[in-house]
């Protein structure tokens, strides 16, 4: 296993950006105590604003039924 070097933005997340002025939608890998710093779009415009962003994940275990309320609650007995 190699060492990453210091410094580095391996496993820091990713996050979307528009800007208010261009409507350009843009991605930008940060630390998470950065994330509500202000950031220019590609363009150079200052006016942008952070998205929410979702994300799937997939996985080959074989899905549990679900009840009204999700797989953990009360009206749904494991």
Sequence with gaps: ????????????PVYE???R????????RRA????DTPVSCP???AETVRLISSFA??????????GPCG?????YPE
């Excluded at 296993?1 to 820091?12: I, T, Y």
């Excluded at 002025?21 to 930008?28: I, K, M, P, Q």
């Excluded at 797989?71 to 009206?75: L, P």
């Design 43 to 45: 363009q150079g415009h």
């Design 32 to 35: 998470m105590s950065e994330a």
């Design 57 to 66: 994940s997939v996985s080959a275990a074989p899905e549990a039924p679900v």
């Design 1 to 12: 296993m190699s060492a990453r070097p210091a410094g580095s933005l391996w496993g820091v």
């Design 71 to 75: 797989n953990q609650c009360a009206c």
């Design 17 to 19: 950006y528009r800007c």
């Design 21 to 28: 002025t261009c409507d350009e939608v843009f991605e930008l």
